[in-house]
């Protein structure tokens, strides 16, 4: 029987010698187990690594990983048929790849040139004429932004892994070129007319500055949250479980509205949703803080402050307490 996973788990160890030791939960999708190398998995457990032990780096073309019974695994072989669901893999220090032959360039490309037009790369013979020097190619330079990877002058056809980017086809004809393009790399900010429009996620502070008039502006962060049915999480021994987005917390309820006077308020939490997407794990509100294994990402500190939500406490109360995290 072949077995077919939509997704794949692993955990992954490091425990060599003096750094410090770490164990992680890693889940691998389904779109990277039949296309991206065992380096792939290797190396966001080394970015995760990495983060929490910026004094002892790793770096991923320097291990490789073993099975518990001793056995290596190539670095360089699909995820697919060489990593187990399930299965613990620890980093060894070393190399583990395959012996490649290098390939050279053929008879039939000497005396060629390779066509400098976006997304070409064709071999070609500056003297050719006629259909041989016809070049299907794109206007505008390449933008990789997060796991995206899209040709600025075909925003709508984007690709998230690189063996279906350069099969995006060209969208002009012309002949071949041997000059340089002036912009190798675009920017994801710099939208051109075709580009679709990217919503901005506001603070709390921009709302005040735009509505200076309402009530309260943390009443618009969490309107959803009036909305909802509410659940009470509190027990009968006195103690509850916060709902707020990243605490999860168990706290004694009593206590809750009792530190309100506190400058410390007692939960941190994030107004955002949690975006999963491939391998990346961020909160909307914090964007700017992505992570690679769940341990990194329950680990990241919430940007606002208040009272826990316990699904009783008075919602007008936690909207007039709490506040944005300097």
Excluded at 31 to 47: N, P
Excluded at 76 to 95: A, H, P, Q
Excluded at 115 to 141: I, L, R
Excluded at 274 to 280: E, G, P
Aim: charged share 25%; aromatic share 10%.
């Amino acid at each position: 029987y072949i077995l077919i996973f939509l997704i794949m788990k692993v955990y992954i160890h490091f425990e060599e010698g003096d750094k410090p030791h770490k164990t992680s939960k890693l889940v691998i999708p389904k779109s990277w187990v039949s296309k991206k190398q065992v380096s792939d998995v290797i190396d966001l457990f080394v970015e995760a690594y990495n983060k929490a032990n910026p004094d002892h780096v790793l770096e991923t073309k320097n291990v490789y990983l073993q099975t518990q019974d001793g056995m290596k695994v190539y670095s360089d072989v699909i995820i697919e048929n060489n990593l187990e669901d399930l299965f613990d893999y620890f980093i060894k220090n070393g190399t583990y790849v395959q012996k490649k032959v290098t390939n050279v360039d053929n008879n039939n490309n000497k005396g060629k040139v390779r066509c400098k037009n976006y997304g070409c790369n064709k071999y070609f013979s500056p003297t050719e004429e006629g259909e041989d020097v016809v070049c299907c190619h794109h206007t505008g330079p390449p933008i990789f932004h997060d796991t995206i990877k899209y040709w600025s002058c075909c925003p709508d056809k984007k690709a998230y892994d690189w063996d279906d980017f350069p099969l995006i086809e060209g969208c002009v004809t012309t002949c071949h070129s041997t000059v340089d393009p002036k912009v190798l790399i675009g920017s994801a900010n710099n939208n051109n007319e075709n580009d679709k429009p990217v919503t901005v996620l506001k603070s709390i502070a921009d709302y005040n500055t735009a509505n200076p008039t309402a009530a309260s502006a943390t009443t618009s962060a969490i309107k959803s949250a009036s909305q909802e049915n509410r659940k009470s999480t509190r027990k009968e021994d006195g103690t509850a479980q916060c709902r707020n987005k990243g605490c999860n917390k168990i706290f004694t309820y009593s206590d809750n509205v009792a530190e309100s006077s506190s400058e410390e308020l007692p939960c941190r939490f994030h107004k955002g949703q949690a975006i999963f997407h491939d391998a990346i794990k961020y909160w909307s509100c914090c964007e700017h803080k992505k992570c690679y294994d769940f341990e990194s990402f329950m680990n990241v500190p919430g940007c606002m402050q208040g009272h826990h939500d316990d699904g009783v406490i008075d919602l007008e109360f936690l909207n007039s307490t709490m506040k944005e995290v300097v």
